[in-house]
């Protein structure tokens, strides 16, 4: 029976931000050139094929109760050495159940909760989110945005990004592999008949997606791309980006893109606030209609020395080494 060196638990779908799912993918391809072998435990076997580039092996657990899904993990625990889970809000309960079966990794954003695990990873650059009670002797435990899991497109498009000195002309709208909000279509019809071009990426777990084309068609200043994997390029190529604060919202710093967030979860408040207090990006807050503020920040992105000063302010804040920086403590394990 084939033995593997890393697992991964993680859940798509719903209202499951799709970071969560890219950040697993990137670790598990760099694992795998190192000569590890991975495997993944998923909540959703369609959902993750949507989302793959390459195939990878996979199990699927029953659509179950959590404590029922945590039995189901521990059968195949006897051939996963080391399982990295990446559930912020079950971390504790994947933690503590199987902490006696295998050695559990643990990637969380939110902190606030118990940790049984030796290993916990956190990037999230909200002090705040790094609050645990850790029930492990001598952990080891790696916080701050240095650890902030960047995917490689993103390094390389952060090479070729520049600020231009002429007005915005391009807007890219994008607000999470599910956008569970529905954001896209209440903030959408505003660009309409606006002197902007407008691109608007919709999840791979998107739900809506026809009734957005049909809204849009007769508008020749909106495109609408259903999920696309040159995210990073696409990023690139705008002057302004209206995001969630998930973790899109690193990847954006880490380029330096300007931008307005809008929280989709109560979560993403406290990510957008400390990504605009550290000069990065302009927090809307929730949505709540208020077309007059969207207008009004977008006016003041409008101004070339605003957004040059953003761009540089993200760019020092997410230096995108994360990854590697990872890889290695993983790699060292299992030495």
């Excluded at 498009?157 to 999470?176: A, D, E, P, V």
């Excluded at 407008?198 to 495109?223: A, E, M, R, W």
């Amino acid at each position: 029976m084939m033995m593997y060196d890393f697992g991964f638990r993680l859940d798509l779908g719903n209202d499951i931000g799709s970071g969560h799912f890219f950040r697993c993918y990137s670790i598990a391809q760099e694992l795998l050139k190192h000569g590890h072998k991975v495997i993944f435990i998923v909540n959703n076997g369609n959902e993750f094929k949507k989302h793959l580039t390459n195939p990878l092996p996979f199990h699927v657990l029953k659509n179950d109760s959590e404590i029922k899904k945590i039995k189901q993990c521990k059968t195949y625990l006897e051939n996963i050495n080391h399982l990295i889970v990446d559930l912020p809000f079950k971390n504790e309960l994947y933690s503590k159940h199987l902490k006696n079966f295998t050695n559990v990794i643990i990637i969380d954003d939110l902190g606030n909760k118990k940790i049984f695990s030796k290993y916990l990873f956190n990037g999230s650059i909200v002090k705040s989110f790094h609050n645990y009670d850790i029930q492990f002797d001598n952990p080891y435990v790696f916080l701050g945005p240095k650890y902030m899991i960047i995917r490689k497109e993103f390094l390389k498009q952060r090479k070729i990004f520049s600020i231009s000195n002429s007005s915005i002309k391009k807007i890219l709208l994008i607000f999470g592999g599910s956008d569970d909000k529905n954001l896209s279509e209440k903030i959408l019809p505003f660009f309409f008949k606006k002197n902007f071009c407008v691109t608007l990426i919709l999840g791979p777990s998107y739900t809506h997606f026809n009734k957005i084309l049909k809204l849009s068609q007769k508008y020749d200043n909106i495109s609408i791309l259903n999920y696309t994997t040159n995210l990073a390029e696409i990023f690139s190529k705008q002057d302004l980006v209206i995001s969630s604060s998930g973790i899109t919202a690193y990847e954006l710093s880490h380029i330096g893109v300007p931008s307005i967030f809008i929280p989709s979860e109560s979560h993403e408040i406290k990510t957008a606030k400390s990504l605009a207090e550290n000069g990065f990006g302009l927090n809307f807050g929730k949505w709540n209609n208020n077309f007059e503020k969207l207008e009004y920040m977008i006016c003041i992105l409008n101004d070339y020395k605003t957004r040059k000063k953003m761009f540089y302010s993200g760019r020092k804040l997410i230096d995108g080494k994360g990854l590697s920086r990872i890889v290695k403590i993983l790699h060292s394990i299992t030495s």
